[in-house]
Structures are given as structure tokens and as C-alpha cells.
């Protein structure tokens, strides 16, 4: 399987920013998507963001677009988030997921589309 590390989360007032990183190892060759979800407290884990790892296409959840900004760097087996203009129901445990499965039928905007996960960081958003 591939592991993943995310890094980058922390504090910020509202209308900042904050770069998220995930970092992959592993057998990373059979990556095809890496996913952002995230986690507030008593809450259901959502769909953030995706990049597929060869092409580049990206998807964002409404909640996102327009603020979010995913890309990736393969030769370093990184994915970064940049989060602009955060808002505080942005506050939650942000995670980054590898999916192994060349085909979804779902955009890869599920859970069960993913086959690694990360440890997870907190971002937390002020007003």
C-alpha cells in the first residue's frame, strides 16, 4: 500500500490562508487519484478535492471551488492544498487518501474510492 503524510495544518483567522502537503511512499506507482477530505467533530468525513497523480484533472466540492487549489509534484510524491480565504466551517481534520483504482464512478468523491490513508492535521479557522 502507499503511506501518505499530511503536514502543513494550524490557525488562522478567517480570509487567511494555509498550504496543506501530503507526502506519499511506498508503492506509489499504482497511484492513480489522491484525494483531500476533511473532518469536523461529530461530523461525516467529506469530499474536499482530488487530483489524478498522471494526468493533472482536478475536481473540488462546491464548498471549495473557487477558494482551493490542488496540485501535485510526482518527481517528490507530493500533493499540496492551497486554502485561501478560509472560513471557519473550513475548521476540521483535513486528509489526504490515495485511490489504486483507475476508474470511479463516483469522481472518486467517496470514501470507499480509497485504498491508503493518512494521519490527518488539524486546521482550525478563527473568526
Known amino acids: 500500500q502507499v503511506q501518505l503524510v499530511e503536514s502543513g495544518g494550524g490557525l488562522v483567522q478567517a480570509g487567511g490562508s494555509l498550504r496543506l502537503s501530503c507526502v506519499a511512499s511506498?508503492?506509489?506507482?499504482?497511484?492513480?487519484?489522491i484525494g483531500w477530505f476533511r473532518q469536523a467533530p461529530g461530523k461525516e468525513r467529506e469530499f474536499v478535492a482530488r487530483?489524478?497523480?498522471?494526468?493533472?484533472?482536478?475536481s473540488y466540492a462546491d464548498s471549495v471551488k473557487g477558494r482551493f487549489t490542488i496540485s501535485k509534484d510526482n518527481a517528490k510524491n507530493t500533493m499540496y492544498v492551497q486554502m485561501n480565504n478560509l472560513k471557519p466551517e473550513d475548521t476540521a481534520v483535513y486528509y489526504c487518501?490515495?485511490?489504486?483504482?483507475?476508474?470511479?464512478?463516483?469522481?472518486?468523491?467517496?470514501?470507499?474510492?480509497?485504498?491508503?490513508w493518512g494521519q490527518g492535521t488539524q486546521v482550525t479557522v478563527s473568526s
Open positions: 487518501a490515495a485511490s489504486q483504482r483507475p476508474f470511479s464512478s463516483t469522481n472518486y468523491a467517496t470514501t470507499g474510492e480509497y485504498d491508503s
Open positions: 511506498g508503492r506509489t506507482s499504482s497511484t492513480y487519484v
Open positions: 487530483i489524478r497523480w498522471n494526468f493533472g484533472s482536478t
